[in-house]
Every structure is written in C-alpha cells, then in structure tokens.
C-alpha cells in the first residue's frame, strides 16, 4: 500500500509540474509547487519512506533528511485537510 491514499472527494492533477489538489467536498483549490509535486507524486506510488527519499533524490537536489522531513511535512498537511489518508509504512518506527 503506497504511503498516501487521495480520498475520494480529492482530485489531483499533477500538469506543467505544479500539481493542483481540488477538493470536491469543501469546494477548496490547492496548488503545490515543484518540489512538493515531485513529493506527492512518489507517497502516492512508492510503499515505504526510503523508497520515495530514494526516488526523490535522484530529482531534487537534498539530504535524505530534508526529503524525509519534507515528505513528512507534505503529507501531514495533506492528512489534515483531509486530502489523504496515510497508507502503512512497514519501515516506519512504532
């Protein structure tokens, strides 16, 4: 299971590389930049964290620690807003 699940009222759209999250339910638009469209984008297709640091690294010019934070911080804020569901992460500290 990817690290993030979208809800169902939560649509994305990642085009031009500035992703935009639309959420039917509240009627809100969100627009993200690059780097956090980059972020989405691998929580969304990769199943742990160091998959998606891994990914990430080779795109975005950062320490594995400031992926991880960064990832962490994205999909916090998604959660929320209720924009995603976090997925399980087997790797991830209890």
Same mark, same amino acid.
């Given at each position: 299971m990817p690290l993030l699940r979208? @809800? $169902?009222? @939560?649509?994305f759209d990642p085009a031009d590389g500035t992703g935009v999250l639309l959420d039917g339910a509240e009627g809100a638009y +969100? $627009?993200? =930049? /690059?780097? !956090?469209t980059l972020m989405l984008q !691998? !929580?969304?297709? +990769?199943d742990t964290t160091e998959e998606a640091v891994r990914? *990430?690294? $080779?795109?975005?010019?950062a320490t594995d620690t400031m992926l991880r934070d960064g990832l962490a911080t994205l999909t916090g804020? *998604? @959660?929320? =807003?209720? *924009? !995603? $569901? /976090?997925g399980t992460d087997p790797t991830a500290a209890p």
């Open positions: 979208l @809800t $169902e009222q @939560t649509a +969100y $627009e993200l =930049n /690059p780097v !956090a !691998a !929580a969304l297709r +990769y990914h *990430l690294g $080779e795109r975005i010019d804020r *998604l @959660t929320e =807003n209720h *924009l !995603a $569901e /976090p």
